[in-house]
């Protein structure tokens, strides 16, 4: 079997915050339809936003649990914690050590899914 493409797929009840957010994060675009908005980046797709009106979001780490999660490794985690947070992120775990040389940060996007900043 040959995938020719994958794209990882977000329920949420507010297209346009969730799709910002995914586009500003992954430096990409929104292509927005009435229920559906898809993130490119680089002209490819990448991230599809459905609408989901009841969207109950995961209360992960600590509840109940989580629908999805994205790790994201990234070279300077302080940069890119500013740059999430200001894109309308929750930060929902901080690491045990900032500093340490390996790491994450568990973080949820506006419509509540989970994702961590990795490194190391």
């Known amino acids: 079997m040959r995938i020719a ?4 797929v977000f329920d949420a009840a507010d ?6 957010f995914w586009a500003g994060l992954l430096g990409g675009t929104v292509e927005a339809e009435d229920d559906w908005h898809s ?3 680089d002209g490819q797709p990448r991230v599809g936003i459905q609408l989901a009106p009841n969207h109950i979001p995961p209360e992960w780490p600590d509840g ?14 302080t940069a890119a914690h500013d740059e999430v947070i200001s894109l309308g992120a929750r930060l929902l775990q901080p690491a ?14 506006p419509a509540g899914h989970p994702f961590c900043l990795c490194w190391g």
Request: a negative charge.
């Open 5 to 8: 493409r994958q794209i990882v």
């Open 15 to 20: 297209l346009t915050t969730e799709s910002t």
């Open 39 to 41: 993130v490119s980046v």
């Open 64 to 77: 109940t649990p989580q629908q999805i999660h994205l790790d994201l490794y990234v070279d300077d985690v």
């Open 96 to 109: 045990d050590d900032i500093d340490s040389t390996e790491g994450f940060q568990v973080y949820a996007d």
